[in-house]
């Protein structure tokens, strides 16, 4: 097997992140995130969670307990509807399911790579052992 060098491996890494992007996953989360931001209903509730938000951390500043409570209800009662509406269900779905992709191509790498040290150095895969861990311990024993 060969060497690579850090710039090929982030080369390949890029074409990864090309394929990526190319996945149903991304395509369906690339929708969704469109058909929100193209939503009148949907961008006006985030407006007023933002602002509420804003009035939040005025009102956490100055100690204002109970105006902080009143307007922390609120943004959580915008939040639940926008949280029923079908297309916000959907869109968190789909990040669901990219991240998770994310994250299965980054176990598969980690894995991988170690299971290749492993291997590489005639260590034990089922103990997760490098072949130097196995020779200095097999080697010592107490007589």
Do not use: W
């Amino acid at each position: 097997m060969g060497s690579y060098t850090k710039e090929e491996i982030v080369s390949r890494a890029r074409e990864l992140a090309q394929m990526i992007s190319e996945t149903k996953e991304v395509e369906f989360f690339k929708r969704a995130e469109a058909q929100i931001n193209d939503n009148q209903k949907i961008r006006e509730k985030v407006a007023s969670i933002k602002s509420l938000q804003k009035q939040a951390v005025n009102f956490k500043h100055y100690g204002k307990e109970k105006a902080l409570q009143q307007v922390e209800e609120k943004i959580d009662k915008i939040q639940e509807e926008l949280n029923e509406l079908p297309i916000i269900q959907e869109f968190q779905e789909s990040q669901v399911e990219v991240n998770d992709l994310l994250q299965l191509v980054s176990h598969t790498i980690s894995n991988h790579v170690t299971d290749e040290i492993i291997r590489t150095t005639e260590g034990d895969l089922l103990t997760g052992e490098t072949g130097s861990k196995v020779k200095s311990t097999s080697g010592s024993s107490c007589s």
